[in-house]
Structure formats: C-alpha cells, structure tokens
C-alpha cells in the first residue's frame, strides 16, 4: 500500500477497509482481523485500531467487547434509516448551496451535468453515481459548514456501500436516476433552494427503492444457498 504524506496513516489505513466493505470483499457479520491488515499493510496494530475507530463513525463496522470490529449489517431497516437521515442532510446541502455558489462554481455543476449525460449515454452505472457524489462533495465544499460536513462525511461510506448493490441495475433505471437528479442542479443553479432539495428527496427516494430491491434478490439468494448446502 503507497501511503500519502497529506493525510494520517490511520485514516488511510480507514480508507483501504472502507473499500474492502463498500465493494463487498469484507461481508456483513465478517470479523476485521487487526493482525491481518497489520501485515498486509506493514503497519502497527495500534494504527489499525485508530482506523477502526474511525470506521466505527461511518457506521461500516461495529466494535464489541472482546468480540473486536466487525462488518455491520446492512438489512433493510438500516438502509431505510439510511436513506431517511440522507434525505435530511442532502437536502439541507443542495439548499444551502443554492444559495452559496459563485460563478466558478456554476461553471463546474454544469461540467458534471455533462459527464453525467456522458454516463448515462454510455450505460456507466458505476461512474454516474462516482460523479453523483463528487456534486455532493461539490457542495460540501460551497457550503463549508463543519457540522454539516461531519454529518455528511461520516453518512457518505455507507451510501457508496449501499449503491454497490444497485450496479446491476437496467440501462432504462440509470436514465431514470438521471431524469430525477438533473432538476437537482437545475434547481440550485436559479437559486431555487427549496425545490433543490425536494428534488433531492425524489432522488434518495429512487436511489433507496433500487438499494432495497436489490439487497431483497440478494438475500432470496444467500437463503436458496443456505437451504441447498444443507441437503
């Protein structure tokens, strides 16, 4: 692993497990082994255990007593809850931003709006939301609320985790996740702040739908797995 001098070992040690978790090679329940990631990292177990700590406030993982870390669930009433504090935060974000932003800043939301239409004409699910979340960190940075941003900061790993599971989702529901964002920007770009982040709401909305049909295939099929090594 290449470190980089411009933020902690910890919170980089953090970040390579988060994408361990958010692209499903440590599953729910799966224990983080400490001594494990230490060798593979060639860094300290203390350092390993502050970038657990740090995880622990993204909601990825939880610690228990002398049980250790271990990758939290992800059931449907997590992902609804999920999705419920999203749509108070996001919105707050986009609404706020509407009211914030500079010419410059305007010049690179519609940048972005081009590269999601390019997404979508070429059916990248993955990339689209990618660019999704940079608006997002987009307006963090326009808003430059430290509360907010905690908040927003600490929710976002989760959000990516739960989108992993929408991946395989049609072309025709990608346009559609279009055909509601686009207002979004729309909306913080004539200042209308309000709607920005009522439209933000119908997007979380669609998002939380396609995460929810997607984790309920996806438990249909660990329980057909289940029943059949049991025969």
Known sequence: MAFQASISLSEQIAKHISEQIITGELVEGERIQELRIAKELDVSRGSVREALLILQRTYLIEIYPRRGAVVSEMSAQQVQSLFDTSMMILGALVQRTSERWRQHDSEQMNTLMQQLDEQVRLGDIEKFYDHVFLFLHTCNDIVANPYLTDIFENLLPSLRRSYFLTLNTSRRE??????????????????????????????????????????????????????????
């Not at 995460?211 to 249909?220: G, P, Y």
């Open 174 to 231: 990608l346009q559609e996740a279009f055909v509601l964002f686009r207002p979004v920007i729309d909306a913080i770009l004539i200042r209308k702040g309000e709607q920005a982040a009522l439209f933000m709401e119908d997007f979380c909305r669609h998002l939380r739908n396609l995460v929810l049909d997607s984790l309920a295939r996806m438990k249909q099929i660990e329980l057909a797995w289940a029943q059949r090594s049991r025969r």
